[in-house]
């Protein structure tokens, strides 16, 4: 084509990056790959940005300022007059917002998949009536299992009172592995000889699967077929298309030539469950992506209630019904993307001070009245979490409240506050 390909990410070295970096300035015609910095790349005679999955996590930047791609990559339109794309399975809330209100164009690829849904009642991994076309898949390919977590049992129960097994310290207790002691997910003190600190029984249930003890069940199950797992430091890029069992945690499926026979989604409703305010968007996208790996002819089989909403969307591959019914949930609740949000990270010891002078501000008309302060939550470290709700319309005065606090604090020598105006999740 005559096209040159210049790469702009941190897998290369600092020699190489540098150099690209510099061609990317002058060449007259090429296609630059990138990471998330690579948004700021001042190209030369730049046309059109593309966005591949502009929801997931990697493209929020962790340090200072905190930015994101999508929003650089409209900023980058607007100011530049450059065509921008955003490319893949489900848009974001903030997206899906811009396309709701005509702002941004959404164009979706009409088709019909084969996609069924099987409700499990007495909590067992694979319900009764997915055997069958489990069966007939593995008869032509391989098969992908999707699953929640990865090790073995990550929540642990009393087999006699059902109460959950913790540590002296808070945190929950999980298995590792087969025969494994029980080990705190927080100070990984372990317990080789647990006991119920409620019933003083020792008899534990494993409530959570995680992929080895998934692993475990499948493979009795269906005897006789090579069993492939893919997940946290064992991950696979792809694998032969012949009968197998995969099965796979979220990001580390394997791919397959001409895609797998069927894919199963096990325990559908923990991927929505996650307590973070991107949990069904993440869920969505996920399930379309998982989706989007079978072979032409491929079922699509989900460990799910009959009447969840997500399976009537992969079988349309549509997701604009549950997108829609989201929005206006959020709308009515003043959430974002209706309203922006500035998380606040901080000492404990200074939480509830912060949450006060922010209400106090409000009171006093030095903010507006749409700010609304939650919290404050318990953080990682030790810290804690304030979120704080405006009025999009409000959102310059907002933020520079936010920015002047700062300031004052570092007069005062004060640590500064970790601020992240409409961060990825909390």
């Not at 790469?7 to 970096?21: F, K, Q, V």
């Not at 694979?126 to 069958?132: A, E, M, N, S």
Request: hydrophobic share 40%; charged share 25%.
């Amino acid at each position: 084509m005559g096209t040159s390909f210049l790469r702009l990410d941190s897998s290369l070295s600092r020699a190489d990056r540098y150099e690209n970096y510099l061609k990317a300035l002058n060449a007259p015609d090429c296609i630059v790959l990138g990471a998330r910095s690579a948004i700021f790349a001042p190209i030369s005679n730049l046309t059109t940005v593309i966005v591949y999955k502009e929801n997931s996590h990697e493209h929020f930047e962790k340090r200072s300022p905190g930015c994101n791609v999508r929003d650089i990559a409209l900023l980058r339109r607007d100011l530049e007059s450059i065509a921008v794309i955003f490319s893949g399975y489900v848009p974001s809330m903030e997206l899906s917002a811009l396309i709701d209100t005509r702002k941004l164009q959404y164009e979706n690829h009409s088709f019909k998949l084969n996609a069924q849904s099987f409700s499990s009642d007495d909590g067992t991994l694979l319900p009764g009536r997915i055997f069958t076309n489990i069966r007939k898949a593995l008869k032509t390919g391989p098969v992908l299992f999707m699953v929640p977590r990865k090790g073995y049992g990550n929540a642990l129960l009393c087999a006699h009172c059902k109460n959950l097994a913790q540590c002296s310290c808070g945190g929950r207790l999980s298995i590792g592995y087969r025969n494994a002691p029980p080990i705190c997910t927080v100070c990984a003190q372990d317990y080789p000889e647990w006991m119920c600190s409620w019933c003083d029984r020792k008899k534990p249930y494993i409530a959570g699967r995680g992929i080895e003890r998934a692993a475990e069940e499948i493979s009795r199950a269906f005897n006789g077929y090579p069993l492939i797992l893919s997940y946290g430091d064992v991950i696979k890029s792809n694998i032969p298309h012949k009968p197998a069992l995969v099965l796979a945690t979220p990001g580390a499926a394997p791919t397959t030539e001409n895609g797998y026979s069927a894919v199963v989604i096990l325990e559908g409703l923990s991927f929505f469950s996650h307590p973070d305010i991107r949990a069904q968007e993440r869920a969505r996208e996920l399930f379309f992506e998982t989706a989007a790996m079978i072979e032409p002819k491929g079922e699509v089989l989900l460990s799910i209630p009959d009447d969840h909403p997500i399976t009537s969307s992969i079988v349309k591959w549509n997701p604009g019904a549950m997108i829609r019914r989201e929005l206006t949930e959020r709308d009515e609740v003043a959430l974002p993307p209706y309203v922006q949000s500035i998380v606040i990270t901080c000492a404990i010891s200074e939480a509830t001070n912060i949450v006060n002078g922010f209400k106090r501000a409000v009171s006093d008309s030095r903010l507006p009245s749409s700010v609304k302060v939650f919290g404050p939550t318990p953080a990682l470290k030790g810290e804690s979490r304030i979120v704080i709700y405006f009025d999009i319309q409000e959102g310059e005065r907002v933020r520079q409240f936010a920015h002047e606090l700062q300031r004052r604090r570092s007069i005062a020598k004060k640590p500064l506050l970790t601020l992240r105006v409409d961060p990825y999740s909390f």
